[in-house]
């Protein structure tokens, strides 16, 4: 099999990493590249590692540039992904890397993000129960944010084997690389560096109601969520600290055992023996997912870590992982399960 | 005033900070410095910051070097500090920057250290109620953990006014510095740069007995704490995120106005307006703390999250704000409250 | 004496490091804090680490605004401190932190600057010889440049000895926040960490010109200069690598002996024993001048290296060095000889 | 063909460095993973990062261990691969990632190494003039130094083509994973996290000797070479600014045209556009150099300046090149070509 894909929005970093995985995907060829503010621009110049493509012109993203190829992959700003898509045909792959198609609940949308509901499409984390159904032979995915990947690898086992009360508590810290490469102040190196910061305190974050839906459908019941982002000072990783009260009589053994079924099969996740804790250093760079899980007997909390690339498996590894489940490609085509560490 | 100060363990971290802040303070002359496995160097070979000390040379740290002095800051591992103090007098004000004299209840103690309790010292956090006429002519002061002082900072005022649930939820993260100068391959430079990292998950850190301690003074009730700390890829700092559930008909503007009360007049204590978030930068180096707390409507928890300098007011500057206490000196004499950032 | 200093350009780098010094000066008072861009608005949301200042408000940068003051510090883009300066009184102490009056050539100035020369103003790096005497005094200061300042205190001992060949090499590693805080996609944290990357290389940076001028002094004669600037993934800090060809026959003890004399009564020149190398964690925060000099018998090369925080002894501490002398206050007043470390 | 290739030192960061490149080798089975001090311990413990090896079982280093493999790879202290290669078979390719065989001249190897020299074998910098003749079909490859790889891929070209004066000047700034996994204090993340500092100067660095065997191979005269390391703060990569003073009449357009010639087939030499400077971050975890060259007509020096990442075309990336070189397998196969940026 040959797939030709094309990347629009590939000048930031969830474009840039994308076109990195596909580089290496022995059945995909590169087709078209596009960006808005940078088209007519070599991408060497805008994106210095992807050497291969280095003599590449980025052109300006439409339509007609993206059709007529396979797969197309969106990384454009919030709420322009609609528009895109329907004009490129129903046998198109469009994997949407922003957040337009993730929300089933149109109120949620547009509270959180203050515009009209685009619609819904299959999601892109195979590892949630019935993805994988969902995303065989789709030609829409929304690929999730990549807090909701974090924390819902990490929850969803609990409250799948009913193990825990229906309030998460969630801190997570991510690298500099989740808030984009738009120039902003607070952004610069001298801010970030040597320093730890929350910013969309107190539930305001739009990742907020994904987490919910995601993990309110592993439990039956509405589950809700106190999600605090921090900004913490690497490129990238996030580190998800979850936690939830754990339900009656539930047993340390028993939470090691839920998560132990949970991921048994899983090509990606990889759950730590007892004792060892994730970092986000081990997976940089690639597909893989960390994890580990604690009874805290004294606070009867279930505390489960995870560990992922914010732009490997949090966004462009996990587009890539879907679009071979809906091509029928073995699903780990591509994608490095060991990360760059040291 | 001149006080005469010697400093034991002056070749780690937290001795090495309270040599940087004693050097700049008005009243105090500095006296003997001493280590162990360094004793013979001079100080400038162990910490070559410390210019205008560099030609002093480290002693063995013994009962006979530090008599003497007026003020004797003990920076030694845990168990060694009873021993010394014991053969100092009893005019002598002795600052404990390690955990033997920090908790009440002896078998807190034993579970989490595994050796008996010392007893009892006057707890170095002088924003906690009452803490300052305990520590006002006292000749032995316990200075907190780095995390406790964090973290009670940030919850006591939700529980001094009875506006939280008794089961608290926190995630830290810690610049590498608070885990010592020993040389351990997990805090290699290579190893922590770029890295997000947990340890001591599931209620096994020797912090969380004294976070309960604090919290549940200042409620009058048991506090449970879930803590998790984590390691930050930056030498200094601590950033504590702490929540718990709002106890019912409690308002957002009834938690502002609960923490504008509680630190109105604390001189290190920085509430910041109401939208800003503090970072730990910008506490770089200071004695300051900031502090910032929201309401989540949704899930009904309070968030209220401080930064502070884990070295300074986490440690040797909260050693110093005490001692001032102690002697009767003003309180911030000696002390920084502008951080250097970025 | 109580001085009263205004601050230009105060929500930048430099502006918020010397108001970081003054608020520490026991003679100085602060009074008008001016900005461009973010006039208006209170210090604290600018440089949230200034929290003494914190409810100051910016104030539109016009020399209205800061007439009346003792002292003017000028942290403005290069070519706008002319104007600032003259409609300040002769009475009035200007101290420029840009690059307007360092250099004496003007068609050097024209040749980097690409704009008219504007003077010459006494240079503010007492270290230099006759400095001192230059800036004693004076009401018109103008502060070096970070690197010229870390390269001269490497290099003059060996020219004023002429010990050294009249072509030195040096490259330079410096902190992000030498580019400053205006927000460009190449200073983001997440391409600076884990980075590093040369700038400027080839003879461009206009630092080059103000090394060749200080050289040149010291050795009486024409001095070449070939400098490579790197950007290192840190905020503050320069290290500058700075070597030259020995002249026939001299020594390694003639080259110690040179750089041991020439800095015996320096304050912030701390010239490190024989066999340990400065780093620059070492003077992060404060005005030291960290500095070792080798001979190397193969190559025949001296290799003077110097570490220097470049906001602080690089720019403002610099600036308030040399303002201390100018109005014959001891010249250590109100600057930190210890760095922050770890 | 299916190659067994086994590594000894697999606990240390080079040894890590090619497992997870031979991981993602579609030619190689790994066999055989060895250790001293780790030995017995699962390789997940010790590797985080290498999941698929996780359960991998670390032996003892010995010959028995390592024989039967069709190649085995030698991350081992100085000094210990000789006895080891002298038991493996004349048809075993042993590829020796330490520093035993580098070198030509046995008096500079006592010297610098002070032990009695091992022999020479071929040298695994397959871009130098001869290499790729010298590696085919050999069953001995010494993969060289992370500072030559670096420093003699940025100056042959121009000695190769007699452009440049026999004195280089060379200072470079790399990764803490340069310095190896062993616990040493001032390596620690504290230590080194915001700080640039200097190590081995004035002619002491053992890499020096081998870049002058390399620049004086390709000038056909001897080189002389100035070098001083720097430890930059951050994990990986080596940023190597080289220069020399241009022969009398030499042109920068002699100079481009030299680079562009010598680079032009090399799959892993990327010669950047005019005016765009390399990066450590665009090589991260990739075989790719990324290099551009300049001249300083003021100083009249050729400046040319080479990113790579230590451990992977530093170390095991060249170590696997070579050796795809040595079985007759397509040189780039199995090494990424794009770094993982940002």
Redesign the interface.
């Known amino acids: 099999m040959e797939v030709r894909a094309a990347v629009a929005g590939a000048s930031g970093?969830a474009g840039?990493e994308v076109l990195?995985l596909l580089?290496?995907h022995p059945e995909v060829e590169i087709g078209a590249v596009t960006a808005h503010s940078s088209a007519g621009q070599?991408l060497?110049?805008v994106?210095?590692?992807?050497?291969?493509l280095?003599d590449r012109v980025l052109q300006d993203t439409s339509a007609e540039v993206l059709a007529g190829h396979d797969v197309v992959f969106l990384a454009l700003p919030h709420g322009q992904s609609a528009a895109v898509a329907e004009q490129l045909g129903q046998d198109v792959l469009v994997v949407d890397m922003g957040a337009d198609f993730r929300l089933q609940d149109a109120a949620d949308w547009e509270r959180f993000y203050g515009s009209p509901h685009a619609g819904t499409w299959p999601y892109g984390l195979p590892e949630l129960p019935g993805a994988r159904t969902a995303l065989a032979g789709t030609r829409r995915i929304a690929v999730p944010g990549c807090y909701p990947t974090a924390v819902s690898l990490a929850l969803v086992p609990a409250y799948a084997a009913a193990l825990a009360e229906d309030?998460a508590?969630v801190?997570a810290?991510s690298?500099?690389?989740g808030?984009g490469?738009a120039?902003?102040?607070h952004?610069?190196?001298?801010?970030?560096?040597?320093?730890?910061?929350?910013?969309g305190?107190?539930?305001g974050h739009r990742h907020?109601p994904e987490m919910i839906q995601n993990l309110s459908a592993a439990a039956g019941t509405r589950v809700?969520?106190?999600f605090?982002p921090?900004l913490?000072?690497?490129?990238?990783?996030i580190?998800a600290?979850c936690?939830a009260?754990a339900r009656p009589g539930v047993t340390a053994a028993e939470v090691r055992a839920a998560y132990e079924k949970a991921y048994a099969d899983e090509p990606f996740v990889?759950l730590?023996?007892e004792g060892?804790?994730?970092?986000?250093?081990?997976?940089?760079?690639?597909n893989?997912v960390?994890l580990?899980v604690?009874?805290?007997?004294?606070?009867?909390?279930i505390?489960a870590?995870s560990?992922i690339d914010n732009l490997t498996k949090g966004t462009a590894g996990g587009a890539v992982q879907s679009m071979n489940i809906a091509l029928g490609l073995p699903e780990a085509t591509g994608l490095?399960?060991?990360?760059?560490?040291?």
Chains 1, 2, 3, 4 share one sequence.
Do not use: F
């Open positions: 970093y840039g990195r580089a290496g070599r060497g110049g994106q210095p590692h992807l050497v291969p280095a309030e508590v801190v810290a690298g500099t690389s808030a490469k120039a902003k102040p952004l610069l190196g001298s801010e970030v560096m040597g320093s730890m910061s929350p910013y305190v107190g539930g907020t809700g969520v106190s605090t921090t913490a000072p690497m490129p990238r990783g580190l600290t936690t009260k990889h730590l023996p060892q804790w994730p970092a986000t250093a081990s997976v940089y760079g690639s893989a960390h580990q604690a009874y805290d007997q004294d606070a009867h909390r505390i870590i560990a490095p399960m060991i990360g760059v560490a040291p």
